[in-house]
């Protein structure tokens, strides 16, 4: 059974940075997608960013050019730096993975990771 912890979230003002971290355990195969997911309350829960075993990433639009995702594979652990932090920014930050996708399957589709982390807060404010 894989476990997810989360780590790094905190309330911010506006322009700030934060590191969240995502320590992965509990497995012997290789993990193919580590992902970050967000939600606000009464939203659905979005893709903020992936990384695959190769190292390539994703991100959504309204955060590429601000978060970087990376991972370090000795520590099992996946990072998402998050620069110029935005109040819409604030939500709970879930960390996700899974060993395989289905045929066509993306990153940013929750349905696509049965392994999740109970989440960190992000709270940005102006």
């Known amino acids: 059974q894989v476990h997810l912890a989360e780590s790094g979230g905190e309330s911010v003002q506006t322009g700030g940075s934060l590191r969240l971290s995502c320590s992965a355990s509990?497995?012997?195969?290789?993990?193919?997608?580590m992902g970050w997911f967000r939600q606000v309350p009464g939203e659905e829960r979005e893709g903020v960013a992936a990384?695959?075993?190769?190292?390539?990433?994703n991100y959504a639009d309204s955060v590429n050019g601000r978060f970087t995702i990376s991972q370090d594979n000795a520590k099992n652990t996946v990072y998402l730096q998050m620069n110029s932090l935005k109040p819409e920014d604030t939500a709970m930050y879930y960390c996700?993975?899974?060993?395989?996708?289905?045929?066509?399957?993306?990153?940013?589709?929750?349905?696509?990771?049965?392994?999740w982390g109970q989440g960190t807060q992000v709270t940005v404010s102006s």
């Open positions: 509990g497995y012997d195969d290789r993990i193919y997608c």
């Open positions: 990384i695959d075993w190769d190292g390539r990433t």
């Open positions: 996700a993975a899974d060993f395989f996708f289905r045929d066509g399957g993306s990153w940013y589709n929750e349905d696509e990771y049965h392994y």
